[in-house]
């Protein structure tokens, strides 16, 4: 096995290992939020490795690298952005919370910031 063959190897496996971790957290997560967590890191995490693998097995001037390339920087631009997008649509059309969650920032009144809601503040 060359040098190139085990990087691909190890960035392959570091793209399955995330994206597993990750499917794990969507199943585990308590609510829309922490699951919106876990899918963005499945997709950054775990498709970027496996890009970056195709990209070192195929090279980077070829019609794959340059594609899986083209891809990785879309998923670093769209995945962050449509996660809070999703993220921000569920909070406004009133989709609640985990009830464990210590704060909801957003929803309290201005100068109530720090306060908990475990403490029975705000």
């Given amino acids: 096995m060359?040098?190139?063959?085990?990087?691909?190897?190890?960035?392959?496996?570091?793209g399955?290992?995330?994206?597993?971790?990750?499917?794990?957290?969507?199943l585990?997560?308590?609510?829309?939020?922490t699951r919106i967590q876990c899918s963005s890191k499945t997709i950054t995490m775990g498709a970027l490795p496996a890009l970056a693998a195709v990209v070192v097995g195929e090279g980077p001037?070829?019609?794959?690298?340059?594609?899986?390339?083209?891809v990785a920087f879309l998923l670093l631009v769209v995945n962050p952005l449509s996660s809070h997008t999703?993220?921000?649509?569920?909070y406004k059309t009133?989709?609640?919370?985990w009830k464990g969650a210590v704060i909801d920032q957003v929803g309290q009144?201005?100068?109530?910031?720090?306060r908990s809601h475990?403490?029975?503040d705000g």
């Fill in 2 to 14: 060359t040098a190139r063959e085990g990087a691909v190897v190890v960035l392959a496996a570091a």
């Fill in 16 to 26: 399955f290992f995330f994206t597993l971790s990750g499917v794990v957290g969507i």
């Fill in 28 to 33: 585990r997560m308590p609510d829309l939020y």
């Fill in 61 to 70: 001037v070829s019609p794959y690298g340059s594609r899986a390339l083209f």
């Fill in 86 to 90: 999703l993220a921000r649509a569920a």
């Fill in 94 to 97: 009133g989709v609640p919370m």
């Fill in 109 to 114: 009144p201005a100068g109530d910031q720090g």
């Fill in 118 to 120: 475990e403490n029975g």
